[in-house]
């Protein structure tokens, strides 16, 4: 007994010096490289998501040094969805925040909102049981987002929900994905493409942080999660059906999309002018009115008479003029894929395109552009994330430009 008594005796002042695990946050930019998200003429999603995310890093390293900040992407680049999971998961992170922009064809649409794991959707029972561990504390963190959006005069009726979201449900720690705002909005995008508009959005994300990490250490996020409840309302005071009813209007944007090689990308600018900011929604909305009346109007080919049949001297045959395809991309991972993946099950045809490390699983293959879009609201519900993209000549362009190409 003595000689253990002098053991522990030795080793207390080991146990005295070892110091605790850090804290380890994931701070990630949404979209990346060739995957820009929503844009606003030239301004692109990928690179406003950068700016905020690069904003909040620097708060929280000058004020909360002792936590550990991994960014997914501090540069642009692109990252698959599961290879920003496994970046969080790797690390056995502590929290894991998903910055994003939202867009609709409705310019009225704006506001804030921010989303975690869907419980009932999680069909991975060991999935299930990481998000059943980690909802309390993911709900928490997204109403905390909410409600500081919300004391700076940011419109967060859009309120804190669960939904599908490939990051929210593959990752092993409390998950949030905020949107914060619409760039289709003219309010909207004045402020998310001006400089304090980003600096004041990372001043909210970061007094949400802050928050979170003061709850959770005190350990009252069940206290502190049942008041945002009460004091916001399950939409922030907005009732269901009005969200639902926005939410139809709205197209989700997708989590990967391709732009045209040659396309030049300008940074974030200084704040402009209210003229300057009429006169680019305006220009914007008149392109994308144009844009869809040009996929509508359907010209009339009228009747030919009936003539005699006339034998044609024989010619060489005129060669047919490309013409692009049209597919959905339901996911994308970084290993080989076989068609009978239980992911696939009621997938028919699916097809594989390699693109440097990754392999794209793409469903169908069609030249109607409007019957691959009709097909794209079913697909989502079983890939949240699925998308159409377009080739020409087996070689990948963007869908924008295969629009131009068909007849």
Same mark, same amino acid.
């Given at each position: 007994?003595?000689?253990?008594?002098? =053991?522990? /005796?030795?080793?207390?002042?080991? /146990?005295?010096?070892?110091?605790?695990?850090?804290?380890?946050?994931?701070?990630?930019?949404?979209?990346?490289?060739?995957?820009?998200?929503?844009?606003?003429?030239?301004?692109?999603?990928?690179?406003?998501?950068?700016?905020?995310?690069?904003?909040?890093?620097? =708060?929280?390293?000058?004020?909360?040094?002792?936590?550990?900040?991994?960014?997914?992407?501090?540069?642009?680049?692109? =990252?698959?969805?599961?290879?920003?999971?496994?970046?969080?998961?790797?690390?056995?992170?502590?929290? /894991?925040?998903?910055?994003?922009?939202?867009?609709?064809?409705?310019?009225?649409?704006?506001? &804030?909102?921010?989303?975690?794991?869907?419980?009932?959707?999680?069909?991975?029972?060991?999935?299930?049981?990481?998000?059943?561990?980690?909802?309390?504390?993911?709900?928490?963190?997204?109403?905390?987002?909410?409600?500081? #959006?919300? +004391?700076?005069?940011?419109?967060?009726?859009?309120?804190?929900?669960?939904?599908?979201? #490939?990051?929210?449900?593959?990752?092993?720690?409390?998950?949030?994905?905020?949107?914060?705002?619409?760039?289709?909005?003219?309010?909207?995008?004045?402020?998310?493409?001006?400089?304090?508009?980003?600096?004041?959005?990372?001043?909210?994300?970061?007094?949400?942080?802050?928050?979170?990490? &003061?709850?959770?250490?005190?350990?009252?996020?069940?206290?502190?999660?049942?008041?945002?409840?009460?004091?916001?309302?399950?939409?922030?005071?907005?009732?269901?059906?009005?969200?639902?009813?926005?939410?139809?209007?709205?197209?989700?944007?997708?989590?990967?999309?391709?732009?045209?090689?040659?396309?030049?990308?300008?940074?974030?600018?200084?704040?402009?002018?209210?003229?300057?900011?009429?006169?680019?929604?305006?220009?914007?909305?008149?392109?994308?009115?144009?844009?869809?009346?040009?996929?509508? +109007?359907?010209?009339?080919?009228?009747?030919?008479? +009936?003539?005699?049949?006339?034998?044609?001297? +024989?010619?060489?045959?005129?060669?047919?003029?490309?013409?692009?395809?049209?597919?959905?991309?339901?996911?994308?991972?970084?290993?080989?894929?076989?068609?009978?993946?239980?992911?696939?099950?009621?997938?028919?045809?699916?097809?594989?395109?390699?693109?440097?490390?990754?392999?794209?699983?793409?469903?169908?293959?069609?030249?109607?552009?409007?019957?691959?879009?009709?097909?794209?609201?079913?697909?989502?519900?079983?890939?949240?994330?699925?998308?159409?993209?377009?080739?020409?000549?087996?070689?990948?362009?963007?869908?924008?430009?295969? =629009?131009?190409?068909?007849?």
């Amino acid at each position: 007994m003595k000689k253990l008594i002098f =053991l522990l /005796f030795l080793l207390f002042p080991l /146990f005295m010096s070892a110091k605790p695990r850090p804290l380890v946050w994931i701070l990630d930019a949404g979209h990346g490289g060739y995957d820009q998200g929503t844009s606003m003429r030239e301004t692109l999603e990928k690179d406003l998501t950068l700016s905020i995310v690069k904003e909040i890093s620097t =708060l929280l390293k000058k004020n909360k040094p002792g936590i550990k900040l991994i960014l997914t992407r501090s540069d642009d680049r692109y =990252l698959s969805l599961e290879e920003r999971c496994n970046i969080a998961n790797n690390a056995n992170a502590d929290l /894991f925040l998903s910055v994003h922009i939202n867009s609709a064809p409705n310019p009225l649409v704006s506001g &804030t909102e921010s989303f975690y794991a869907d419980l009932r959707r999680s069909n991975n029972a060991v999935r299930n049981s990481s998000i059943v561990r980690t909802i309390d504390r993911s709900e928490l963190l997204a109403w905390l987002l909410q409600k500081n #959006y919300g +004391e700076t005069g940011r419109p967060n009726g859009r309120g804190a929900r669960p939904k599908q979201l #490939y990051v929210c449900q593959n990752t092993n720690m409390p998950a949030v994905l905020t949107e914060v705002g619409f760039l289709s909005n003219i309010q909207d995008a004045a402020y998310l493409t001006s400089k304090s508009g980003i600096r004041q959005i990372a001043i909210d994300i970061y007094n949400a942080l802050i928050e979170y990490y &003061t709850i959770t250490q005190d350990k009252t996020e069940k206290k502190s999660l049942l008041a945002l409840r009460r004091s916001n309302g399950k939409n922030s005071g907005v009732k269901a059906s009005k969200i639902k009813k926005e939410k139809l209007a709205e197209v989700e944007q997708p989590l990967m999309a391709t732009v045209s090689p040659t396309q030049t990308f300008v940074p974030v600018r200084d704040d402009p002018t209210p003229e300057e900011v009429e006169r680019m929604v305006a220009e914007e909305l008149a392109a994308k009115v144009a844009a869809e009346k040009a996929e509508i +109007e359907v010209p009339v080919i009228p009747e030919k008479e +009936e003539v005699p049949e006339v034998e044609e001297p +024989e010619t060489s045959p005129v060669p047919t003029p490309a013409v692009p395809v049209f597919s959905i991309q339901l996911f994308a991972v970084s290993k080989e894929i076989k068609v009978d993946d239980v992911r696939l099950k009621g997938y028919k045809p699916v097809n594989f395109k390699r693109s440097g490390n990754l392999v794209k699983v793409l469903y169908g293959s069609e030249t109607d552009y409007k019957l691959v879009k009709t097909t794209l609201v079913t697909v989502r519900q079983d890939f949240p994330d699925a998308f159409v993209v377009a080739y020409l000549n087996d070689e990948p362009i963007s869908v924008a430009d295969a =629009l131009k190409l068909v007849p």
